[in-house]
């Protein structure tokens, strides 16, 4: 059983179109993410939402729409693909994102992540 | 000053030797450290959480060092199969949500 998955694994287009990508997290947890690595590996958190609610937005364009039905589920959306979105985008979940303290209770489960690349 | 800071690296280090990774943060008030491990075109995966008093487990240390805002990971006996690229993470403590990962230090194992 996957504990978070996400479609398309790979996703190649042109500029300016617009394309989703989908995550869905089966452990129950009540926080879900988005990051981005781009090709240097670095990775960086994108969003950030809990029990449904954005709770975190770290300065990304306005192009980026994430979209949380439940809480199970963060899809992102991208209006206007550039170049500089070619990169991973990794969806995580974690059973709680607050100050919960240190542990296992804070880990970040990820996704297989999303190879795209905008031509 | 970037909030997490490692060695890129990379390591190369032969079989059976002990390597050890460094990181520095940056917000004092940061409360959660974590090692990642990510394999390469893989997703992280948690190696093991950092604890304030030092923790084992298995071949793997992690140490902390909240007056130096630095923290490690010692690898003993090293396998071919620990080559990866380790991330050291941290957690602020404003509402516990931002999670930042640093740029990770590339490890190479050989036989």
């Known amino acids: 059983d996957t504990a978070v998955s996400q479609t398309p694994k790979y996703l190649v287009t042109q500029m300016g179109n617009d394309k989703s990508i989908k995550c869905e997290q089966n452990?129950?947890?009540?926080?879900m993410y988005w990051y981005k690595q781009d090709s240097k590996k670095f990775l960086k958190i994108m969003f950030s939402?809990?029990?449904?609610?954005?709770?975190i937005n770290e300065t990304v364009p306005n192009r980026f729409s994430p979209k949380s039905p439940d809480k199970a589920h963060l899809n992102l959306h991208i209006n206007s693909l550039e170049l500089g979105d070619s990169a991973v985008y990794f969806c995580?979940?974690?059973?709680?994102?607050?100050?919960?303290?240190?542990?296992?209770?804070?880990?970040?489960?990820f996704g297989p992540g999303t190879r795209l690349t905008v031509l | 000053r970037k909030e997490v800071e490692q060695d890129p690296g990379p390591f190369n280090v032969p079989e059976g030797a002990t390597v050890a990774f460094n990181c520095t943060y940056s917000?004092?008030?940061?409360?959660?450290f974590f090692w990642y491990r990510q394999d390469c075109r893989k997703e992280p995966k948690l190696l093991m959480s950092v604890y304030s008093s030092g923790n084992e487990d298995g071949r793997f240390t992690a140490q902390l060092n909240r007056a130096s805002q630095y923290i490690s990971l010692l690898i003993r006996d090293s396998k071919l199969s620990d080559s990866a690229t380790y991330l050291c993470v941290v957690k602020d403590d404003t509402g516990g949500f931002k999670t930042i990962f640093g740029a990770g230090t590339r490890l190479f194992v050989k036989a």
């Open positions: 939402y809990n029990n449904k609610e954005l709770i």
């Open positions: 452990l129950g947890h009540d926080t």
């Open positions: 995580a979940s974690s059973r709680q994102g607050g100050r919960a303290g240190v542990g296992v209770l804070n880990e970040q489960f």
């Open positions: 917000n004092s008030a940061s409360q959660s």
